[in-house]
């Protein structure tokens, strides 16, 4: 007697949805490894440039108070700051931070030191520099 076996077919189907499976991985995990690169350097450039804005806060007081303790008695000016919402702190012995002291994105600058008065300023606004009796006081406006 006569046995037919039962004819095999060869299905590429399985093969092509896998290909295509692994495929459409590969190009997701491409995409999202640019992604995460992409907002790295966006937090990145952020952080730098809110630092750059603290220390040029910072540099355009403590040249203010220089400039207004060296031009003599009774001198005084405005600093404007509309774009800025950081704290100021002033202290006499010579320093002047930006930002928040508890914070590792303070900005710090100096300037010589016991020609100022102690001072905390909230901005945005504009700052008064005023050099009466010897020392310079700041104040906001």
């Not at 405005?78 to 900005?107: E, H, R, W």
């Amino acid at each position: 007697m006569y046995r037919r076996f039962p004819k095999i077919i060869k299905s590429n189907k399985a093969q092509v949805s896998l290909e295509a499976i692994i495929a459409i991985s590969a190009l997701l995990v491409l995409f999202s490894t640019i992604v995460f690169v992409t907002i790295d350097k966006e937090i990145f450039i952020r952080e730098s440039d809110e630092s750059l804005s603290r220390i040029a806060v910072c540099y355009k007081i403590a040249n203010s108070i220089e400039s207004v303790y060296s031009t003599g008695e009774n001198t005084q000016t405005k600093i404007s700051f509309p774009d800025t919402k950081d704290n100021v702190m002033v202290f006499g012995g010579g320093m002047i931070y930006v930002g928040d002291l508890s914070s590792p994105s303070a900005q710090s600058c100096d300037f010589p030191s016991g020609i100022a008065n102690n001072s905390g300023i909230q901005l945005p606004g504009t700052i008064g520099i005023i050099r009466t009796n010897n020392t310079v006081f700041l104040k906001k406006i």
